[in-house]
């Protein structure tokens, strides 16, 4: 089993910045990837960015490239969302997830571990 935490949500302008962090813990050594999806309200959640755990390749939304940044830190076991120039579009209840085996990463039916979601609000 895997848990996983996420935190560093909140209320931002557009233009602005935030960080998202999630920690993990449990069998952490057992996962491929960690993922981040969203859900704005009134739509169905959908795929942000993910980064696999050894070979360090990410993937990324074609909404948010050159935005945003998924980066993770081993020691920590904490994958962080790095979202810069934040639009009105980008607010969305913001999840983390994680994927003990090969996959294509951007389907979250392929994740087994969610964390609770962090709410990201940006005003225009």
């Known amino acids: 089993q895997v848990q996983l935490v996420e935190s560093g949500g909140g209320l931002v302008q557009a233009g602005g910045s935030l960080r998202l962090s999630c920690a993990a813990s449990?069998?952490?050594?057992?996962?491929?990837?960690m993922g981040w999806f969203r859900q704005a309200p009134g739509k169905d959640r959908a795929f942000v960015a993910a980064?696999?755990?050894?070979?360090?390749?990410?993937y990324y939304a074609d909404s948010v490239k050159g935005r945003f940044t998924i980066l993770r830190n081993i020691a920590k076991n904490t994958v962080y969302l790095q979202m810069n120039s934040l639009k009105s579009e980008d607010t969305a209840v913001y999840y983390c997830?994680?994927?003990?085996?090969?996959?294509?990463?951007?389907?979250?039916?392929?994740?087994?571990?969610w964390g609770q979601g962090t709410q990201v609000t940006v005003s225009s």
């Open positions: 997830a994680a994927v003990p085996g090969v996959a294509t990463l951007t389907n979250e039916e392929e994740y087994t571990y």
């Open positions: 980064i696999t755990w050894r070979e360090i390749s990410t």
């Open positions: 449990g069998r952490v050594f057992s996962l491929y990837a």
